[in-house]
Each structure stands twice: as structure tokens, then as C-alpha cells.
């Protein structure tokens, strides 16, 4: 059964960093581009970062630019979001996702066009 399992979420405060992990069980991301998006109460969920399948290509949400970096270990069927400089507004349930691409060296940042998704993790950036 293919499954993205998020971890790495918690509490931080700002100015902090964390370091988000996707899992992927069930199928190989080799050939899936993967993004990270996030959803805040009251918002619609966000695009932040997405990586190509071959890792070539990154996309980042303007709001997070310089703060957050996004890779891939094709080897450990990992996907990693480091987080730094972490805002108030950064306070989110943060969601990975996949989608299947022949596509090496482009990813799009828009949830529609993914078609597996994680549980979510929760990160809070509080003082």
C-alpha cells in the first residue's frame, strides 16, 4: 500500500529551525516529483517547496525563500524540509505529497496536481 508518513514537527520558537522528514512506503520515489504544503486554521492549504523526481529542479513559495530547503535521498525513500528562521507564520500542518512525472527536471507547486498525500505534521512556532 503506498503511504507518505510526515515527522519531524513540534514546537519552536521563532527565529528556530526543525528539520521535516517524509517517508515513503509501498513504492519507490524515484519517480515521483514530491511537494511540501501546509495549511494554517482558518487558511487554505499553500504550497512551500517542491522537488523534481530527478532533484535537479526546486520551487519555494516566495514566503519562505531563503529560509527553508527542501531534498531528497532517493536511496532511503526520504524527503527532507529544513526549516530555519522559523516564523510565527510558519505555524502550519505541513503535508508532503507525490505525484508520478517522466518529468526529470521540473516540479509544480499547486496541490492539484499530486495525487498521494501524508497525514500531515503539526509545526508551531511560538514564543
Known amino acids: 500500500q503506498l503511504q507518505l508518513v510526515e515527522s519531524g514537527g513540534g514546537l519552536v520558537q521563532p527565529g528556530g529551525s526543525l528539520r521535516l522528514s517524509c517517508a515513503a512506503s509501498g513504492f519507490t520515489l524515484d519517480y515521483y516529483a514530491i511537494g511540501w504544503f501546509r495549511q494554517a486554521p482558518g487558511k487554505e492549504r499553500e504550497g512551500v517547496s517542491c522537488?523534481?523526481?530527478?532533484?535537479?529542479?526546486?520551487n519555494y513559495a516566495d514566503s519562505v525563500k531563503g529560509r527553508l530547503t527542501i531534498s531528497r535521498d532517493n536511496a532511503k525513500n526520504m524527503v527532507y524540509l529544513q526549516m530555519n528562521s522559523l516564523k510565527f507564520e510558519d505555524t502550519a500542518i505541513y503535508y508532503c505529497?507525490?505525484?508520478?512525472?517522466?518529468?526529470?527536471?521540473?516540479?509544480?507547486?499547486?496541490?492539484?496536481?499530486?495525487?498521494?498525500w501524508g497525514q500531515g505534521t503539526q509545526v508551531t512556532v511560538s514564543s
Open positions: 522537488i523534481s523526481r530527478g532533484a535537479g529542479s526546486t
Open positions: 505529497a507525490a505525484v508520478v512525472t517522466s518529468v526529470q527536471a521540473m516540479c509544480i507547486l499547486s496541490a492539484s496536481e499530486y495525487e498521494y
